[in-house]
């Protein structure tokens, strides 16, 4: 294929808030890329976003993304940040004055920055085309060729439709959604020879159709490793959160034959969060998508195995080898086990929600939902940190936020930032003191009934969207009988179980349990499924890369 062909619909994309520059910088593009490459230009972050979110729906390619850095409402860091989430391969340039170099120089680790350019550039064959031929010779030397994209029909309050929505945004899977109402989508329905009685239908990118596919099924078909590809392992980690993807990258990058078995998409909790501003390293924040997607490239850059949609029921001892039971009966084995399941959020209990699931009502941030969102008054209940990090995000599109607080303020439950965020955010508004009593609606959220716990009076509120995220419950009821846990299912590890100086029943080894093992030797727990753990996406990292430091220590002593 030749070059011309290669990027007959390949973009080069440039944002510059003055008129005059952003012409300027288009002109000079299209005298030396034209015939090569489509210019588009946008005058402002949030233009140039909905530009590449419309380049990514059609499957156009982009090369490259020039942002000039001082622009209003969102400055060029900031956009390229956030066009990094829809065009990862894309080459990234800031335009910059002289007087923000150390900004330039800063978001070279912020957004991973390819190169800064100093305005003017004049003359361009000598300051602007040496640099861009070289940022598009390596993008074409790299893996920039998209996937094709799945095509999802569905109804928009499905709550099937929604999951599946999830499961592929979470994956990183590219799709396209159609209506089952609108005129293309039941072109493909037709295509497809369904009524559309029963929904979603997905068509792969091979064409073929699946109807009402689940997570194992729908993840085989669109290109996610469901299966391992041995029978045994050094390590085998068990869930795909922070601390599972941290296990996995120190794991394989220190010669361990790793898989990590996810049963949902990795990420986690952390995964759905819309912004992380208290990680280390990232001064300006990180999304859970986008520090997912770097740690599962870089776990499989070292040779980890990740599997998806796969449910684990059981784990076994079987001399040596400690066994990992799947939901289909199979089975994979390795001489340990990291646990790094973590916790889910725990369901609202009022009546109404759990019908509503899925149409209006939402657990974690459903960042799938949240463009639907725009104008629209949403209410949001809990009082930590994901839920602050979700009314921020919302707020954005939103014409109003409410967080529903049971407690008497933020302080006890929220860190101080966040805190201040929401302070100054002018239409986020939080209700203390206040709880669900009812949700009410015909196939869709319509309203909600709230309550003062205080003095018991409720009022009726018109609603069609609530995310809740009311604390966490750990995902280990498949570990019952098997590996000691407290009373509220969180697993007992290290000097946990030996708090009366004595090792806990049926151990057999000379020595104590290390740190994070759990009551089976060789089998040890990281993250938020650890009983006290600190409950931090830092802290669930490096709790996965000690994990791995215990692992070494017991298979040199086994």
């Known amino acids: 294929m030749t070059q011309a062909a290669e990027t007959a619909r390949t973009v080069i994309l440039t944002v510059d808030d003055d008129p005059g520059v952003s012409r300027a910088v288009a002109r000079d593009l299209r005298r030396r890329y034209g015939a090569s490459y489509r210019i588009v230009r946008a005058?402002?972050?949030?233009?140039?976003?909905?530009?590449?979110?419309?380049?990514?729906?059609?499957?156009?390619?982009?090369?490259?993304?020039?942002?000039?850095?001082?622009?209003?409402?969102?400055?060029g860091i900031e956009f390229l940040e956030q066009a990094l989430d829809v065009y990862p391969g894309a080459r990234r340039v800031l335009l910059t004055a002289y007087a923000d170099t150390n900004a330039a120089i800063d978001a070279i680790n912020v957004v991973d920055l390819d190169h800064y350019l100093l305005k003017p550039w004049d003359p361009p064959e000598e300051k602007l085309y040496p640099v861009l031929d070289d940022l598009l010779d390596a993008w074409r030397a790299s893996d920039y060729r998209p996937v094709p994209a799945t095509k999802v029909v569905g109804h928009r309050w499905s709550a099937r439709s929604s999951d599946v929505r999830e499961f592929l945004a979470r994956n990183q899977v590219p799709y396209r959604w159609y209506s089952a109402d609108e005129p293309e989508g039941q072109r493909l329905l037709a295509a497809a020879g369904a009524d559309g009685r029963r929904l979603p239908l997905v068509i792969t990118p091979e064409g073929a159709p699946l109807v009402e596919p689940d997570a194992p099924e729908l993840a085989s078909r669109v290109g996610l490793a469901t299966t391992p590809a041995a029978e045994f392992y050094d390590l085998v980690v068990i869930g795909g959160g922070p601390a599972g993807l941290g296990a996995a990258v120190y794991g394989a990058s220190e010669g361990l034959r790793t898989v990590l078995v996810e049963r949902s998409a990795t990420g986690g909790q952390a995964g759905q969060s819309s912004r992380i501003e208290n990680y280390l390293g990232f001064p300006d924040g990180v999304s859970g998508g986008q520090l997912t997607e770097r740690a599962r490239r870089q776990a499989t850059k070292f040779g980890a195995e990740i599997l998806t949609a796969r449910e684990v029921t059981g784990l076994e001892v079987n001399g040596a080898a400690r066994v990992v039971r799947f939901s289909d009966g199979s089975t994979v084995a390795a001489h340990s086990v990291i646990l790094a399941t973590g916790v889910s959020y725990r369901q609202l209990a009022a009546p109404g929600c759990d019908d509503l699931t899925g149409c209006g009502v939402y657990y974690g941030s459903a960042l799938t939902e949240a463009a639907s969102c725009q104008g629209h008054d949403v209410y949001i209940v809990g009082g930590a940190n994901s839920a602050g990090q979700a009314a921020m995000y919302l707020s954005r599109v939103a014409k109003s936020v409410t967080l529903l607080v049971r407690g008497e303020s933020l302080a006890a439950s929220m860190s101080y930032y966040l805190i201040q965020q929401i302070e100054e955010a002018p239409n986020i508004f939080v209700r203390t003191g206040t709880v669900v009593e009812s949700a009410h609606g015909e196939g869709r959220l319509e309203r909600l009934t709230l309550r003062d716990v205080k003095n018991g009076e409720t009022e009726s509120v018109d609603a069609q969207w609530m995310f809740v995220f009311i604390g966490a419950a750990p995902l280990t009821g498949w570990l019952d009988g098997t590996v000691l846990r407290d009373e509220r299912g969180f697993i007992l590890a290290g000097p946990d179980l030996t708090a009366d100086g004595r090792p806990p029943a049926g151990w057999e080894l000379d020595r104590p349990p290390y740190h994070l093992e759990t009551s089976i030797p060789g089998v040890f727990v990281a993250g938020d499924a650890r009983a006290e753990s600190a409950k931090r996406v830092a802290s669930a990292v490096g709790e996965g890369a000690m994990a791995v430091m215990l692992v070494h220590r017991y298979l040199e002593q086994s």
């Open 43 to 75: 005058e402002s972050g949030e233009s140039a976003l909905e530009a590449l979110r419309e380049l990514k729906l059609r499957g156009d390619l982009v090369a490259v993304i020039l942002a000039d850095y001082r622009m209003p409402q969102m400055n």
